[in-house]
């Protein structure tokens, strides 16, 4: 497993492949045994995963707190609702406020939650690995790869799982580019592409 102090560098090496694995998944996966392949490796990693240690997804997402739970959050807090809402929530959907900050204000130094079992429903289901409709997904857990340590795993698994081949892939990428092939890597002792039928680090890779 990659360390969380590793994640953005080696989630931005692997960008473009998980794009084009996203795109592989789509046209080649069952959605039941892909949604079962993605909980059994949720189960594993997590098994065994520090989140204090890590805990990448508190400082960088916003919770959601639905308006009902309000009263009861900022009574364990010992605060009166008004305040509470103004020090630490903003305005999200009609029913839901977001949490002000990132990171956020309950993140406590050792990695727990200041509202412990109170904490919004969306932190709790991060990064939703274990839900149903992983196929439907797809695209914001490519997205949570450069968050989260174990789905960022978890793509690296199922990559070898499904012998997925990166250089002979196509993808569409969240700009609306619809399937590129990706390039496939010249290595030095390839013929050079070309087409002078010596090798490319004599010839056009030459340094
Ligand atoms: S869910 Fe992922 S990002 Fe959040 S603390 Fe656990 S490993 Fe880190
Ligand atoms: S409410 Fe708790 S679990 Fe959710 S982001 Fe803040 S510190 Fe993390």
Redesign the pocket.
Known sequence: MITPEEIEYRAAQVEEENYAFRTYLKMHADPAKLDQQFLELHKELFSSYDCNGC?R??KK???EIKKADVEKIAASLEMEPDRFISEYLVENEEDTYK?KNAP????QSDGS???GEN??DS?KAFPYTDCPDRMGSLLSIVQNASVCPVVFEILERLKKEYHFDKYNSYYSDNQGNPYVRIKKKIFPNDPCPCGSGIKYKKCCGKK
């Open positions: 805990r997804c508190c997402y916003h919770g949490t956020c204000d309950f993140l939650c200041l509202i904490r919004p932190c």
